[in-house]
């Protein structure tokens, strides 16, 4: 059985920074690019970043560049979300995922290209 599986989240005042984990049982990131997104109610979900296995190339979306930074440990199947000097515009569900290949890039995270993702953490930013 797989399970994806999101921690970090939280509440934080604005200007705060934020860890967020991800880690997977019955499924390997190796050899997949990975990525977070996000969906605030209301609102789109939002493909905030990627990463391929390597580690080698890394995609932003342009409200969280400079302020995200996101690295993978393909030794312990782990994914990470650096997230500093954090707005109110940060708050929403985070979710990791799994493409079903390699490589990122602005549509990374569309559902037909996704193979596995979690529950979600929730990060809440206050003002």
């Known amino acids: 059985q797989v399970q994806v599986v999101e921690s970090g989240g939280g509440l934080v005042q604005a200007g705060g920074s934020l860890r967020l984990s991800c880690t997977a049982s019955?499924?390997?990131?190796?050899?997949?690019?990975v990525g977070w997104f996000r969906q605030a109610p209301g609102k789109e979900r939002e493909g905030i970043s990627c990463?391929?296995?390597?580690?080698?190339?890394?995609y932003y979306t342009d409200s969280v560049k400079g302020r995200f930074t996101i690295s993978r440990d393909n030794a312990n199947n782990t994914l990470y979300l650096q997230m500093n000097n954090l707005k109110s515009e940060d708050t929403a569900m985070y979710y990791c995922?799994?493409?079903?290949?390699?490589?990122?890039?602005?549509?990374?995270?569309?559902?037909?290209?996704?193979?596995?993702w979690g529950q979600g953490t929730q990060v809440t930013v206050s003002s």
């Open positions: 990463i391929t296995w390597s580690g080698s190339s890394t």
């Open positions: 995922a799994q493409r079903k290949y390699d490589g990122c890039s602005a549509s990374w995270y569309f559902i037909r290209d996704l193979g596995y």
């Open positions: 019955g499924l390997r990131f190796d050899d997949y690019a």
